[in-house]
Every structure is written in C-alpha cells, then in structure tokens.
C-alpha cells in the first residue's frame, strides 16, 4: 500500500493532529506500507525547510513505509545533511552513487560528494564520456 507524504509526516512531527491515526494505521499494516521516489523529494524540501535532520527522518520513514531504493533515500539525506546540496541535486547524486555513474552537470556543487562529474561545459567542447577515459574525477 502506497502512502502521501502527510502520513510519513505525521509520523514524523512530535505533534501533529493526525499523528494517531497515522500511527494506527501504520501499526494496522506494518510490513505493506510503501513510499516512493516523490515522497522523498517531498519529504527532503519539507524537512530542509523546517532545519530537521534528514538522515534521521528517512531511516525512521523507512521502518514504517519502506523506500524502493532505501539505500539511494540514505545517500541523499547524508548529501544534504552533511555537503548542503538541495533535495533534487541529492536524489540525483545518490542516482549516481548507487549506480555508479558519471554525471553530466554544471553543478559544481555536486563534486563535495565525490560523484564523476562531466562539467557540462567540457561536453559542449565535445569533451565527454568517451574522451575521459583513464580521467580521474
């Protein structure tokens, strides 16, 4: 069973005013609750905005609704929390990471986590994959 956001919140909030029904319910069917990849990126925008720890957020969401990639959700909560990047470039980053994958990107931002980053610049040059073999980082 899927889940919106507001339930993973009102796990989530130390008060929320439906914090029992969510927690009833999570009870009632623990084990089958779900989120997904757009939970995530609620989840991680709403947290940043109230400064709440996004590493303890997705571990404790993940008990209770599991996360399709749970490592992928971890990795983008830990590059928010611990190198500032916004939710968006953290979920992709962690894409990234997981997969082992360059990225193509003129985000500089994204190299404080050590992703291979293919300056976007350099691939207008013509400069990309392929011609960066044997590059490091």
């Known amino acids: ?4 956001t507001d339930f993973l919140l009102a796990l989530l909030k130390p008060s929320d005013g439906l914090k029992e029904p969510a927690q009833r319910l999570a009870h009632e069917h623990a084990g089958t609750l779900r989120s997904t990849e757009a939970n995530l990126l609620e989840l991680l925008l709403v947290l940043k905005s109230h400064a709440l720890d996004p590493i303890e957020a997705v571990l404790e969401v993940d008990q209770d609704a599991s996360f399709p990639d749970r490592d992928g959700a971890v990795l983008a909560a830990r590059n928010i929390a611990m190198h500032g990047l916004t939710p ?4 992709l980053a962690a ?3 997981v997969r082992g994958e360059p990225l193509i990107s003129s985000d500089k931002a994204l190299d404080r986590i ?3 980053r293919i300056p976007l610049r350099l691939a207008s ?3 990309g994959p ?3 073999a044997g590059a490091g980082g």
């Open 125 to 127: 040059q013509g400069i």
């Open 95 to 97: 894409h990234a990471e």
């Open 88 to 91: 968006f470039d953290a979920v």
């Open 1 to 4: 069973m899927l889940v919106d």
């Open 114 to 116: 050590g992703v291979q």
């Open 130 to 132: 392929r011609h960066r």
